[in-house]
């Protein structure tokens, strides 16, 4: 049945528009295929949202029924710009829309955002499960540190604003004047170490038991006590023969 000019047809309740078998609810045809929403608004409004897409489903056993979703033109910055598509969502059993997807008139795309102060700007935590390239990494605010978290969301390490790096804490303690600072933290008392390690060998830089360490691999090379009544002390523990004699347990001992 023609229903309106020579390239609109309606078929069972379909509707084509340069076409005779309509396939959907309605179905255009032509070398562009182009839909056009037009607000007759000459003034709009900050906020105002201009053209919309709604998306209703009527199964009373699911809520919220009428309106699910939504895809709308909207002016933001005070009518400076136009071209801003948000994409709204709703999610059981809440009635009311969440921006879940903004896309700016400048390029920004913001997730739970619709004011993106960058090209992705995301509130909320984000899963990447293939690789990510930056060229360089920065806080989420001035003044902030770069945090690291394993999967559990506890924090394990962060770069402060200053630049310092601390690994297992929160706060740097007793930072030294004379540059950046590398603290590995503890809070049991196990102590903490740094390895440094190449294809052949393994130096370890540790605390313990109140002693801090010096260690090829497993064996101990330096010892300075930080027990009280030895605090200060430097030992050299005897491992094979030397060439010290006598029954003293380190080679050097300096009180």
Same mark, same amino acid.
């Given at each position: ?27 255009? #045809? ?10 007759? +608004? ?9 053209? %919309? ?6 199964? %009373? ?14 002016? #933001? ?53 293939? +690789? ?46 004379? /540059? ?19 294809? $052949? $060998? ?13 260690? +090829? ?8 006590? /930080? ?13 094979? %023969? /030397? ?13």
């Amino acid at each position: 049945v023609i229903s309106g000019g020579e390239n609109s047809y309606l078929m069972g309740g379909n509707v084509g528009i340069g076409t005779t078998s309509s396939s959907s609810i309605l179905h255009l #045809k032509s070398d562009t295929s182009t839909i056009t929403l037009e607000s007759s +608004d000459t003034s709009l409004g900050p906020d105002q949202v201009w053209a %919309s897409l709604d998306f209703k489903q009527n199964d %009373s056993s699911q809520t919220p029924v009428g309106s699910v979703a939504n895809i709308s033109a909207i002016a #933001k910055a005070g009518n400076t710009n136009f071209g801003n598509l948000l994409f709204q969502t709703k999610s059981r059993p809440a009635d009311t829309y969440n921006d879940t997807l903004f896309l700016s008139s400048s390029g920004n795309v913001g997730i739970n955002q619709v004011s993106p102060s960058e090209k992705l700007h995301v509130v909320g935590d984000a899963l990447i499960t293939g +690789d990510s390239h930056a060229d360089a990494f920065k806080p989420a605010a001035t003044g902030e540190p770069i945090k690291f978290k394993n999967f559990g969301s506890t924090e394990v390490a962060r770069i402060t604003d200053g630049g310092n790096l601390l690994i297992g804490g929160t706060t740097l303690t007793n930072p030294q004047s004379w /540059g950046k600072n590398l603290q590995i933290i503890n809070s049991g008392s196990n102590g903490a170490s740094l390895s440094i390690k190449d294809s $052949n $060998n393994e130096y370890n830089l540790a605390t313990y038991n109140g002693n801090f360490l010096i260690s +090829d691999g497993i064996e101990e090379r330096l010892i300075i006590s /930080g027990i009280a009544a030895n605090a200060g002390q430097l030992q050299l523990p005897a491992y094979g %023969s /030397g060439s010290f004699t006598g029954t003293e347990t380190y080679f050097l001992a300096v009180t």
